[in-house]
């Protein structure tokens, strides 16, 4: 394997560890999409990793901004930056939102009751309050709900899934910063090229 291969081949085992590692530094990366007025950012959670069709999963609401966003304009693009490595990664892919499906069901069975429970807001996330408030049922609101209980979020959980197409790499060093590109298709990599950093 060549040098640009290797890291190549790195990143996603980071990628897939993140997704099942809490507290890892490529856990939370920022989800940008293109709304009408420009871009949108948000920190969200990798849930799941495909390494053999090179996808990244996360879920999120429905009815929230970032949905419309992605139906609208289907590209997304994730930032990654692990602050002990200095390493910073995007990735570019086609963005598709699913409501039902094997990956969908998945992702709700994998995650943890904490992580659902927000999908019971009764509110539209994102509309205006009349003041500060959880948008969660009065009965959830203080404590996690059981799988029963959350079952009625189940209508505002969906999936994202992000099939990767341009990943870009860059890792900082005192001996001499780093850049490189990939370019994927057909779940495989096509081209890998250095950059000047
Ligand atoms: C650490 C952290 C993790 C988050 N994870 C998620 C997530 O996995 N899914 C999600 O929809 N929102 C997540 N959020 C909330 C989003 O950042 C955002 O506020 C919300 O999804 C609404 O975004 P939108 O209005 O642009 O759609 C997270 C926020 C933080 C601070």
Redesign the pocket.
């Given at each position: 394997m060549t040098e640009l291969q290797i890291i190549f081949q790195q990143c996603w085992d980071r990628l897939s560890q993140a997704s099942q590692t809490p507290g890892a530094a490529w856990r939370?990366p920022v989800l940008a999409?293109t709304g009408d007025r420009g871009p949108?950012q948000?920190?969200?959670?990798l849930?799941m990793v495909d390494l053999r069709a090179m996808q990244l999963w996360?879920?999120?609401?429905v009815r929230?901004?970032?949905?419309q966003?992605l139906i609208a304009h289907p590209i997304a693009s994730l930032l990654f930056y692990d602050s002990v490595t200095e390493t910073q990664l995007q990735v570019r892919g086609q963005a598709v939102i699913q409501t039902t499906g094997p990956q969908w069901q998945q992702l709700w069975n994998n995650s943890p009751e904490t992580?659902l429970r927000m999908y019971l807001a009764p509110q539209v996330?994102?509309s205006p309050a009349a003041a500060a408030t959880s948008n969660l049922p009065d009965s959830v609101a203080s404590r996690i709900p059981s799988r029963e209980e959350l079952a009625d979020g189940l209508r505002n959980f969906a999936a994202v899934r992000i099939q990767a197409e341009q990943i870009e790499w860059l890792q900082l060093s005192r001996g001499g910063h780093r850049r490189a590109a990939f370019d994927i298709a057909g779940e495989q990599l096509q081209h890998a090229a250095w950059l000047e950093p």
């Open positions: 939370t999409t949108r948000r920190t969200v959670v849930r996360l879920h999120t609401d929230s901004a970032k949905v966003q992580s996330p994102g």
